[in-house]
């Protein structure tokens, strides 16, 4: 059983800062991509940014220079440091990242349930 677990969602004013975490944990054997996407009310899930196991990063233009994403591969976790936050990054965030299960030949994209940021003087 893998599980993603996402924490750091907050109500915050414009401009403020917020980090958010998201740690797998249960029978894993390898990471690879992880990633943070965000789903506004009434939008669609969008991508928000990714990160390889070698720390490659890919990030959409519109938080691109504001937020940051890391990763600690030997505490499986992966963070978005989010700087300058605007009323438009409202959203919930997900995290997902595909992972290879011990025993297993095959990866696959889990998704943790979300955590809300609201952005609002």
């Known amino acids: 059983q893998v599980q993603l677990v996402e924490s750091g969602g907050a109500l915050v004013q414009p401009g403020g800062s917020l980090r958010l975490s998201c740690a797998a944990s249960?029978?894993?054997?390898?990471?690879?991509?992880m990633g943070w996407y965000r789903q506004a009310p009434g939008k669609q899930r969008e991508l928000v940014a990714t990160i390889t196991s070698g720390g490659s990063t890919n990030y959409a233009d519109s938080v691109k220079g504001r937020f940051t994403i890391s990763r600690d591969n030997a505490l499986n976790t992966v963070y978005l440091q989010m700087n300058s936050l605007k009323p438009e990054d409202t959203a919930v965030y997900y995290c997902n990242a595909d992972i290879r299960a011990r025993l297993s030949t095959n990866t696959y994209r889990y998704w943790g349930q979300g955590t809300q940021v609201t952005v609002s003087s």
């Open positions: 249960g029978n894993i054997f390898s990471i690879n991509t």
